[in-house]
């Protein structure tokens, strides 16, 4: 029997016993997980090469020189500076809050419903998919703090779960996101005086992109393709599976004694209910007056949450520390995808991709191919906004030439972006962090899931040009 260090915690892996049978599945999975494991480097190597290929690919097919690239990298380094400390906080602060004593509670009592190993993998990938329809960041938080405790719950019922597959399932719930409410191409193209409203003449109401009944019918199937997916990929009798080994208590705050008046302080609820309580007015308020549900929103009831369920500052200083290990990596690469979509923004390479795409398109196979082109720019651009921003405007031109509703146009682009996140290391450095994974890891998994979603969204947007 063998075990490694993953993260956070132990992992062990555990060999089949002689006789046992593989399925046809685990046949098909073994050699794609050795190559996965073996030729998939580290997702700071990743970004490093994509930075490369973006590069010699601006050089090659615009009119830019080294000079304009290397000046288009190096002031996109700022241009994701406001988003990294959102996704820093997001990472920091959902950690803080799975870890309080009322969360923990509801999410072990969540976590112990599903009685079998089928069960326990569609269960989170389910699970996450609410979750991202709400809030996109709060699905990245939910699939990773789930998949830890089902498969803790699950070692002590005697379940075999291959804790990678755990983590691949949540973060595959994760790819219905942007069809959901905090999607920022459809809220860019439902916002008065955006791009979007200028070029069309009008908003885009998110009861026609969002809210429409194709979209919503679309996420169904989608939801229920992958977590099918990840079904049939759980390994069967005798396949080889690693266990994430936890410690049966995860308290992280033990009260100590109090014998001075700053230690009564110190330990009192009155300080961070002093800030708690006016935060949670502040949001109820901006609800109140018509506000979105934004990303700052997401951490500020975050932070309103925590501040209200700790029991005194010293809990909170004590789940700080315990979250903070997780920021480092994702704080550093970030930067990295700025510079990439400053090259591809300022030497105009992500419109260039754009237009072979809807040169080839017509008045159906317009979705199809727009999802094709959206899909490939997130590779090198994985920021929702940021991208729709920059090939939004190419693809609604090109739908108002070919007649094709713009609905199709912003969910096209919506459906790229969160498609081939399956493939990209970008969005999983949060919940790869928190599960104590690496990339490598999952992907042999999530590379199924691209293929099986990228049928769904492509049918989806298909059947749409029909219907719209």
Same mark, same amino acid.
């Given at each position: ?7 956070e915690?132990?992992s ?25 494991? @073996?030729?998939?480097?580290? &997702?700071? $190597?990743?970004? #490093? /090469? *994509? =930075?490369? %290929? ?9 009119d ?37 004593r009322p ?8 976590s112990?419903?599903? @009685?079998?190993?089928?069960q &326990?993998? $569609?269960f989170? #990938? /389910? *699970? =996450?998919? %609410? ?26 019922r ?30 860019t193209?439902?916002t008065?005086?955006?791009?979007? &409203?200028?070029?069309?003449?009008? /908003? ?12 919503m019918?679309?996420v ?12 049939l ?12 080994v ?10 100590g ?29 901006h ?91 997130n ?24 007649g ?43 590379s ?17 040009s029909y219907?719209?």
């Amino acid at each position: 029997m063998a075990s490694e260090e993953r993260g956070e915690g132990r992992s062990q892996e555990t060999v089949p016993a002689a006789g046992d049978s593989f399925s046809r599945v685990d046949a098909v999975m073994r050699p794609l997980n050795v190559v996965v494991e @073996r030729f998939i480097p580290s &997702a700071f $190597v990743f970004a #490093v /090469v *994509l =930075t490369a %290929i973006v590069a010699v690919a601006a050089l090659l097919v615009t009119d830019a020189g080294p000079k304009g690239v290397l000046v288009g990298w190096g002031e996109g380094f700022a241009g994701l500076l406001e988003f990294t400390m959102q996704m820093v906080l997001i990472l920091l602060l959902g950690h803080m809050l799975a870890h309080t004593r009322p969360a923990r509670r509801i999410l072990v009592r969540l976590s112990g419903l599903p @009685r079998s190993t089928g069960q &326990a993998y $569609v269960f989170v #990938v /389910v *699970l =996450t998919s %609410i979750a991202s329809l709400i809030s996109w960041g709060l699905g990245l938080v939910v699939g990773a703090l789930l998949a830890k405790e089902v498969a803790r719950q699950g070692r002590g019922r005697g379940l075999r779960l291959h804790f990678p597959l755990l983590v691949a399932a949540g973060y595959s719930g994760w790819v219905v996101w942007h069809m959901g409410y905090s999607g920022s191409a459809s809220l860019t193209a439902a916002t008065e005086d955006s791009f979007a &409203a200028d070029m069309t003449g009008s /908003v885009v109401p998110m009861s026609q992109t969002t809210f429409s009944v194709w979209n919503m019918v679309g996420v169904v199937v989608a939801v229920v393709l992958v977590a099918t997916t990840i079904y049939l990929l759980r390994p069967r009798t005798g396949g080889r599976i690693i266990e994430v080994v936890t410690e049966e208590s995860d308290e992280i705050y033990t009260r100590g004694e109090v014998s001075t008046p700053a230690e009564r302080v110190d330990n009192s609820r009155v300080p961070t209910f002093v800030v708690g309580f006016p935060l949670a007015v502040y949001i109820v308020v901006h609800f109140v007056d018509g506000g979105a549900l934004t990303l700052d929103i997401v951490n500020w009831t975050f932070m309103c949450a925590i501040l209200l369920l700790v029991r005194n500052s010293n809990e909170l200083i004590a789940l700080i520390r315990n979250s903070a290990r997780n920021v480092g990596e994702v704080a550093f690469q970030y930067p990295l995808y700025a510079g990439i979509l400053g090259i591809m923004a300022s030497t105009g390479l992500m419109a260039w991709v754009t237009d072979r795409f809807v040169d080839i398109s017509g008045p159906h196979s317009f979705g199809v191919i727009a999802l094709l082109s959206a899909g490939l720019v997130n590779i090198a651009v994985p920021s929702g906004g940021g991208q729709f921003a920059v090939q939004g405007p190419v693809l609604l031109e090109t739908a108002q030439e070919l007649g094709v509703d713009p609905s199709i146009a912003v969910m096209a682009v919506a459906y790229g972006d969160q498609w081939t996140n399956m493939i990209q290391p970008f969005w999983a450095l949060p919940l790869l962090a928190i599960a104590g994974l690496r990339i490598r890891d999952i992907l042999g998994y999530t590379s199924i899931v691209f293929v099986v979603s990228g049928i769904s969204f492509a049918s989806t947007l298909l059947v749409a040009s029909y219907i719209v």
